[in-house]
C-alpha cells in the first residue's frame, strides 16, 4: 500500500524520520525525492515518519536538528546517520537507504 509520507509523532524512535519545515519548496522537493527512492528500492512511504517543525518547533532540540530537510536514521532511540538537504542526489540516498536497510535486518543486540 503506497501513501504520501504522513506527518507523524517521533515517540516511536526506530527508523527513518524526515525533518521538513511546512511546505516550504526544499521540503516538498525533500519528500518528492525520498518518494522516489522508496519506490526503487521497493520499499514504503508509510515507513518514515515525518515531522514539520514549524508545527513541532521543540522537535529541533530533541533531535539537535540544525537545518532541514534532515533525513534521520533512528535506533534504539539514537540518531545513526543524517542526510541533509533535499535529498536530490539521488545516489548518496540510495546508499543511505540500503544502509538503513542492511541495519534494519540486523538482530537485536542482546
Not at 43 to 71: C, K
Not at 73 to 87: F, I, K, P, S, W
Request: glycine letters at 6%.
Amino acid at each position: 500500500m503506497n501513501r504520501p509520507i504522513d506527518q507523524q509523532s517521533d515517540q516511536d524512535t526506530d527508523g527513518l524520520v524526515l525533518f521538513i519545515t511546512g511546505d516550504s519548496p526544499r521540503s516538498l522537493r525533500a519528500r518528492a525525492n525520498l518518494a522516489k527512492a522508496l519506490k526503487r528500492a521497493g520499499s514504503d512511504a508509510e515507513t518514515v515518519r515525518a515531522i514539520d517543525l514549524l508545527a513541532d518547533p521543540a522537535a529541533i532540540g530533541r533531535h539537535s536538528i540544525f537545518a532541514t530537510p534532515a533525513l534521520i536514521r533512528m535506533h534504539g532511540g539514537e540518531q545513526h546517520a543524517v542526510l541533509y538537504g533535499d535529498l536530490s542526489d539521488a545516489a548518496a540516498l540510495d546508499r543511505f537507504l540500503a544502509q538503513h536497510a542492511d541495519h534494519a535486518e540486523c538482530p537485536p543486540e542482546s
